[in-house]
């Protein structure tokens, strides 16, 4: 499997002094930086868009910003979030008309594509799209807000499509989202995820280093044990 990868939400980061805040997270070890985009359509809340990449991006951040849109239509907003910086795309299927074209897109705009499933959402859309996939994000939460508990059925979900990446051969990475945490880490890893996003968990933390190096601790466990 490959190195283990923490992303933090910026949903949960300080909007008044973002750029500051996620250079603070990157500093303290964070791998990747996850932005949800929200729209008060396919979620019921209203976050940020392609202008804020782009300003991270113009303030110097330079590691990968993993796009999570949480919008409806999808394929409008591809181009634009390319444009700003975005190094992954990741969009929930039942959101777009068009699964393969929107993945297309996203691979055409020069950006990493990816497929979101909710609790509830059924995985055989990943049934005809293996090929094109770079990431598949399993929420752990209904999506739309920071903070909410990790739904236990994801452990099962995951080792469900860890199974089928081994078996398909492609480069993906298992990405999670919603409730990790410093104490159920090592067990979501076990399942299978190899990148993990983390919000609340980290910047509801006074030193994000701690938080983060707690979590790589817990993940050396899984390591040792697999
Ligand atoms: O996509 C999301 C919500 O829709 C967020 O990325 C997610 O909830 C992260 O926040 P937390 O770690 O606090 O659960
Ligand atoms: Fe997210």
């Not at 992954?88 to 691979?107: C, G």
């Not at 995820?193 to 983390?198: E, I, K, L, Q, W």
């Amino acid at each position: 499997m490959r190195p283990f990868l923490i992303a933090p939400s910026i949903l949960s980061a300080d909007f008044a002094r973002l750029g500051e805040d996620v250079d603070a997270v990157l500093s303290a070890g964070a791998d990747v930086v996850h932005f949800d985009v929200m729209d008060n359509h396919y979620v019921p809340n209203l976050t940020i868009g392609p202008m804020v990449c782009k300003a991270l991006r113009d303030y110097g951040v330079t590691a990968e910003i993993d796009v999570h849109l949480m919008v409806k239509p999808v394929d409008r907003i591809i181009p634009d979030f390319a444009d700003a910086g975005a190094s992954i795309i990741t969009f929930h299927p039942e959101a777009s008309e068009h699964i393969d074209r929107s993945l297309q897109l996203i691979k055409e705009a020069g950006c990493k594509a990816g497929l979101v499933f909710n609790p509830g959402t059924p995985l055989h859309y990943l049934d005809h799209v293996m090929d094109k996939l770079d990431v598949i994000l399993l929420m752990s939460v209904n999506p739309g807000f920071g903070g909410q508990s990790f739904i236990p059925s994801t452990l099962d979900k995951l080792r469900q499509v860890r199974e089928r990446i081994d078996a398909s051969g492609f480069d993906i990475r298992l990405e999670v989202d919603g409730g990790v945490k410093v104490d159920n880490i090592a067990e979501i890893a076990a399942a299978g995820a190899d990148m993990f996003v983390a919000g609340s968990a980290i910047f509801s933390q006074p030193d994000y280093k701690a938080v983060i190096d707690e979590m790589r601790a817990e993940l050396a466990t899984t390591e040792a044990k697999s």
